[in-house]
């Protein structure tokens, strides 16, 4: 079962090292990671996609409360989130090829944005079983390169974790 | 008032009341030492930095404030990490101050430079490295509060030379604002209200008290509760005097080297309250098999310890005094049959005595007979820490050891850390002779600042639990076991003017436990045990 965890953290130097370190030291496995500065300048917020059972995903939440640097922790709920991946993939193609990726590209509302004479690179911002079927869809042409940033998500309607 | 960084952080350890503080320094603390050398503060240089985080944690244990040990960059602090982790793994306050190289050279790899707040990040339960000069007094406030509230534990600070001997205006601030760090210390009223009718139907309740109850200083509070209520108490070894071993209702210590009867009231219980105790594997060893035949109340100020080894059926998060006071008030005195009176252990010297080496048990039996009533007990680890453990017979006495981790060497820096916090209690050490080499550096500490902690020295030649281990479970192959190479442990202690003695048979143990208890120093009192003495 995987779990999305928010966080709201102190913007430190350090933080990022303790929360990963927590979970490399307790055995949790880490699914997605993403992280970045709120409109708060002092507070980041962290999104941690685990895979794991109920027992585990509890004991991750409670360890992390523990640190001091962790404000605000919430579990998100799967059918009451909008969440969100960017994906930038670089795949090989010919002058024979470009249109039927352009024609992936347009279809799974993805962007091209570079393009070269050999490759061409696409950006898709959507769920991420979105960006696995994209990357199924590209793999016959050979994608050379791909970078993910991990899931950001947030409540859907009125619920928001603040400080 | 404007004043160095290392100035400063020594006032900051005046407003908190800290008038003795352990360590060792080196190049990159300098600074600070030499502030601290112009305050009131009594400074013990250790021989080792280990020692100074155990002597801390000894001190910690008996004042339950925190206490500091202090080294240098590199080496210095990367010794602490021990001592750190003990200390943790016990929920020990501690405030461990550490030298750093300069700023700029941070990460360059430069002489005596090691991460220590990345090295010992899964010890603390927070971490400084200062950088910025002007930040320390709020630090060293934050860190006190930190280290002595919710669940207790080390708090290092690490600080770079130059941030030092920069120079701040200074005010101690009086409060702490951490925003995302607020303990919960009272209990549920819902949750309280579901123990009391738990235990209003309970037929065969048990109180399962752990170091927790130190660190609440609820000792108080749970035998007022216990008598009040009439359910007996079993501790785990962090929770061993915690309550008297003269209460008629402690059943005693729980666990793998516990009492049987402890153990079968633990399997007996139709409810547990676990009291500050985490449920650790030395203590339930089958925690799954346990909350299956029974009821479980879980009280911690930990929320994390909820659940982590046990499941619980009612969870009382908060501190374990307020709790006890609370759940005091509102309980009736118990009507169930006197289950535990059969279970009740009895003062057992049933060991015969035999020629050429000392009983381990009677010296702890004796011992405990002929001290003060309030003394303190420092056990190391291994055999010697089982007899102490379960020999422990001092009405209003303090046990001490390294219980979670285990560590081995920490009872004679512990012991002096808690003669100092308590100069008027009686402090005796009892190690084995593996253990003691771990830590035979102290004696000159001890020397040196005339602390008169007494040790036993239980020389069985050997490690023996590990001997143990391999004579049950490994078919008798017994490999690097054998302490050959021991000291004289007496003409050792001689040497460094302290008086000693070697015992090797029952019949002189209690005159010599009454020659040491009397001396004015330290002393060191070996006996001569079996290496063939079993643990239990």
Redesign the interface.
């Known amino acids: 079962m995987k779990y999305t965890i928010s966080i709201l ?2 913007n430190h130097a ?1 933080v990022l ?2 929360i990963s ?1 927590l979970f490399s ?1 307790r055995g949790f496995n880490i699914d997605s990671l993403a992280v970045g500065v709120t409109d708060d300048p002092q507070i980041s917020r962290i999104t941690i996609v685990v895979n794991g059972s109920e ?1 585990m995903v ?2 991750v939440e ?2 992390l ?2 640190l ?5 922790l919430r579990r998100l709920k799967q059918n009451e989130t909008v969440s969100r991946e960017l994906m930038l993939v670089k795949v090989s193609c010919t002058v024979q090829t470009r249109s039927q990726i352009i024609d992936i590209v347009r279809v799974m509302d993805a962007k091209v944005c570079d393009i070269s004479k050999t490759t061409l690179t696409a950006e898709l911002c959507a769920e991420t079983d979105q960006l696995k079927l994209f990357c199924d869809l590209l793999e016959p042409y050979h994608i050379l390169e791909v970078v993910r940033t991990g899931t950001v998500a947030l409540a859907k309607g009125d619920d928001v974790v603040t ?1 | 008032m404007k004043m160095t960084v290392a100035q400063a952080m020594v006032r900051c350890l005046e407003a908190e009341g800290i008038s003795v503080v352990f360590g060792l320094p080196g190049a990159a603390i300098c600074p600070f030492y030499d502030a601290l050398s112009r305050s009131s503060i009594r400074h013990i240089l250790v021989r080792q930095e280990q020692n100074a985080a155990h002597a801390a944690s000894g001190y910690a244990r008996i004042t339950n404030k925190p206490a500091v040990c202090i080294a240098t960059s590199g080496p210095g602090a990367l010794n602490l990490i021990t001592g750190i982790a003990t200390a943790y793994m016990d929920s020990i306050p501690l405030i461990v101050i550490t030298g750093q190289v300069v700023r700029e050279l941070l990460g360059r790899d430069v002489f005596q430079e090691a991460d220590i707040t990345g090295s010992c990040e899964p010890f603390v339960k927070h971490s400084y490295l200062v950088k910025d000069a002007a930040s320390i007094p709020r630090i060293m406030k934050e860190a006190f509060h930190i280290a002595s509230t919710g669940r207790k534990g080390p708090v290092l600070i690490d600080i770079p030379f130059d941030v030092q001997k920069e120079t701040i205006p200074f005010s101690y601030p009086e409060q702490v604002q951490i925003r995302s760090y607020k303990p919960n210390t009272i209990g549920h009223p819902g949750q309280i209200k579901r123990v009391i009718t738990a235990l209003s139907k309970a037929k065969r309740p048990l109180i399962c008290a752990g170091g927790g109850v130190f660190s609440a200083d609820a000792q108080n509070s749970l035998v007022v509760f216990s008598n009040k209520t009439n359910i007996p108490i079993v501790t785990t070894m962090m929770g061993l005097s915690a309550v008297s071993p003269n209460d008629p209702h402690n059943l005693g210590m729980i666990g793998m080297h516990g009492c049987a009867g402890a153990n079968r009231a633990m399997n007996s219980a139709d409810i547990i309250m676990l009291i500050g105790a985490r449920v650790g594997d030395r203590a339930i060893m089958s925690p799954m098999g346990l909350a299956q035949n029974t009821s479980i109340i879980h009280i911690d100020i930990d929320p994390a310890e909820i659940g982590k080894n046990i499941e619980t059926d009612i969870p009382l998060v908060g501190d374990a005094k307020n709790i006890l006071e609370e759940l005091c008030e509102k309980s009736e005195k118990l009507h169930f049959e006197s289950w535990y009176e059969p279970l009740r252990t009895k003062t057992h010297s049933s060991y015969p005595p035999y020629a050429g080496y000392i009983r381990p048990q009677y010296v702890i039996e004796t011992l405990c007979a002929h001290c003060a009533p309030d003394a303190i007990l420092c056990a190391d680890v291994g055999q010697n820490q089982i007899w102490a453990a379960r020999g422990f017979n001092i009405p209003n006495g303090r046990f001490l050891t390294s219980g979670g981790m285990g560590t081995m060497g920490y009872s004679i820096p512990a012991a002096y850390g808690a003669k100092l916090a308590a100069p008027d209690r009686q402090v005796i050490v009892v190690c084995g002779d593996g253990s003691f080499q771990m830590q035979m550096m102290e004696l000159a500490t001890l020397c040196a600042n005339n602390i008169p902690v007494k040790i036993i020295i239980m020389n069985n030649g050997r490690l023996g639990m590990v001997r143990e281990l391999q004579d049950n479970q490994y078919g008798g192959n017994k490999t690097a076991v054998f302490l050959d190479g021991n000291p004289n442990f007496v003409a050792l202690a001689q040497s460094y003017g302290i008086p000693s003695v070697c015992v090797q048979t029952d019949t002189d143990v209690a005159s010599a436990i009454d020659t040491m208890l009397s001396a004015d120093g330290p002393y060191l009192l070996e006996c001569t045990v079996s290496p063939s003495e079993p643990t239990l």
């Open positions: 953290v102190e350090g090292s303790r370190g030291r027992y509890e004991q409670k360890q409360n523990k001091i640097d962790v404000i605000r400080a």
